[in-house]
């Protein structure tokens, strides 16, 4: 280890999780903890104004969620890394937060010193990822069918599932039929499919469609 300090800014909306969290990093020489935040907005705001080396973020809080925070600590130019602690690991969850620009995503269920070895590499710039994470990452990349849909392939495939022709969809969106044809060559592509009964089955087997 250098003899650098790390300053850590922990935000939980748990009281309990914070106590813990900070008495355990208090006692790791090397890592400083700033402050505690209860959610995104407070977490923002401590961040301007402490300026730690890294933000431990929990995701689901009821007064501001993580990901709205790191999507703002991004847009303002922090120089903070955030590094995610969450007992989530779905797919949303994670690429919501990594889009958003986190720097690694860590659950809850981590060793101690894999949380500290963590705040080390975040703080140094490198990716933390947890296995089941790196691995659900790992299997989205490497399927075609686990890709999102746009907005507006949503409302196509959408329109496809009600029965309508090429020519009914690009009236309804107010756009050519090429352009309705543009849409389901990438919607197939991103589902894994060939042709339109298979795309709205597979858009109601991942749940696009209710």
Known sequence: MSDRVITLLIVDDHPVVRDGLRGMFGSVPGIEVLG????GPS????????????????????????VAAIA??????????????TTYDTDSDTLAAIEAGATGYLLKDALRDELFAGVWAAA?????????VASRLV???????EQPLSGRE???????????????IAAAL?????????????LYDKLGVN????????????????
Do not use: Q, W
């Open 124 to 132: 140094a710039g490198r990716t933390v990822l947890s296995p089941a």
């Open 36 to 39: 505690e935040a209860a959610d």
């Open 139 to 145: 299997s989205r990349v490497r399927t075609p069918g």
């Open 154 to 168: 949503r409302e196509v495939v959408g329109l496809v599932a009600k029965g309508r022709s090429n020519r009914e």
């Open 72 to 85: 703002e600590l991004v847009r303002r130019g922090c120089r903070c890394k955030v590094l995610v602690l």
């Open 174 to 186: 107010f756009v050519s039929e090429a352009t309705v044809k543009t849409h389901l060559t990438h």
């Open 195 to 210: 042709d339109r009964a298979a795309a709205v089955a597979a858009a109601y087997e991942r749940g696009i469609l209710g």
């Open 43 to 66: 977490a923002v705001a401590l961040a301007a104004e402490l300026d730690p080396d890294v933000v431990l973020m929990d995701l689901r809080m009821p007064g501001g969620g993580g």
